[in-house]
């Protein structure tokens, strides 16, 4: 999770530096990067994990948007880089779905389930999934357009939230 987490913070601190919206943002982690002649755009997209390159050196972009096609691999840690699109396309559904500016909306939900409680080491995605929900649910409501997005969002990407 904590791969997820600094590019889904990296995002907020780019499209706060930039003042821009969802709509605006390229959702590009590592933007720029690559080397003059590489096809591809960054090292991970939030928005559409696994399009971020496809090169003949480099090879296509690995990560998962969803469960279904986790990495179950020994190499990159257990594959905490390759399987980190998986909740950062929730943190980008849930930001596209409320809109506006990132920072404010989904970014203060996941800030919210990052310092409350019930973050330890070892956390899942399922874990991560409830804190989420949970920091929606207690900001905003069970009604709320908010908890809503979260629920959908990790449902979209093979998470289910059990709360």
């Known amino acids: ?27 590009i982690c590592g933007a720029g990067l690559l080397a003059p002649g590489i096809n591809g755009v960054g090292l991970r997209s939030l928005k559409a994990p696994g399009t971020a390159y496809d090169d003949r ?16 691999t020994h190499r990159d840690q257990g594959g905490i880089h390759i399987n980190s699109g998986i909740p950062n396309r929730a943190f980008y559904l849930v930001a596209e779905r409320l809109g506006g500016k990132a920072w404010e909306g989904a970014g203060r939900i996941w800030w ?11 956390l899942l995605f399922a874990d991560w999934a409830r804190l989420t929900a949970t920091a929606a649910r207690t900001r905003h409501g069970t009604d709320s357009v908010e908890y809503r997005a979260v629920l959908d969002a990790w449902n979209r990407v093979g998470v289910p939230v059990v709360e």
């Not at 990052?114 to 330890?120: A, C, F, N, P, V």
């Open 57 to 72: 050196i480099l090879g296509r972009d690995p990560q998962p948007a969803h469960m279904d096609a986790y990495v179950r």
């Open 112 to 122: 919210e389930a990052l310092t409350g409680d019930g973050l330890r080491e070892g």
């Open 1 to 27: 999770m904590h791969t997820s987490l600094a590019d889904v913070f990296g995002q907020l601190a780019k499209q706060y530096s930039l003042n821009q919206t969802v709509e605006e943002a390229d959702w």
